[in-house]
């Protein structure tokens, strides 16, 4: 050794790792067999498999609900509390029942959650969102109907929305809390025109 320079490092010997596990074992003799997804040891040497979040598929359908008068539309909103005690204003909408088509679905959740009696006169489409609920993943698809209102009371809605107000359509498109949903107004309103 040469002074002022650092000793050089020993090779290992062929055919084994720095480690000194041989090059052909198999995985699980390095501990990098099953299970581990290939990830790196963490402190004191134990392993730390990647936790996996379960995925589900939702589908629901909702409407939205209009009704002329004189002044112009009027699309109905229903408002429930946000995990963070917010008050959002949405269109209705739920889930597909077994043996129920989207366009029953529809019909029957704009009943439930607002109270008012409505017709499908056109597809709006569908939205498609992913969000988490209780370390769940949900991968939602939500069908759309424009639908005429034709009778029923607000008041008579499920305890499920805090509450529900018609508004002009212009103002709807703006009071939507989430994208997808306003995006969806627009189409109303394009029809509607």
């Not at 299970?35 to 040891?41: D, E, P, V």
């Not at 002329?68 to 963070?84: F, H, K, S």
């Not at 489409?125 to 992913?130: A, D, L, N, Q």
């Not at 008579?156 to 805090?162: V, Y």
Request: no cysteine.
């Amino acid at each position: 050794m040469t002074a002022g320079r650092p000793p050089r490092k020993r090779r290992p010997a062929s055919g084994t790792r720095a480690t000194g596990t041989p090059k052909d074992a198999p995985k699980d003799a390095s501990g990098g067999g099953k299970g581990t997804s290939g990830s790196r040891a963490g402190r004191g040497g134990v392993r730390r498999t990647p936790r996996k979040t379960e995925t589900r598929t939702e589908v629901s359908a909702g409407g939205v609900v209009y009704r002329r008068e004189p002044d112009g539309v009027e699309v109905v909103l229903a408002a429930r509390r946000t995990r963070r005690g917010d008050l959002a204003w949405g269109l209705a909408k739920g889930g597909i029942e077994v043996d129920e088509s989207p366009q029953e679905a529809a019909v029957r959740e704009v009943r439930e959650e607002t109270g008012i009696e409505a017709e499908i006169e056109a597809s709006l489409g569908e939205t498609r969102y992913f969000y988490v609920w209780e370390d769940v993943r949900i991968r939602k698809t939500v069908h759309f109907f424009l639908m005429r209102a034709t009778g029923g009371d607000p008041g008579d809605r499920d305890d499920e929305m805090e509450d529900v107000q018609w508004f002009p359509l212009e103002r709807a498109l703006k009071r939507a809390a989430y994208r997808g949903e306003r995006e969806v107004l627009g189409r109303a309103a394009e029809m509607l025109r």
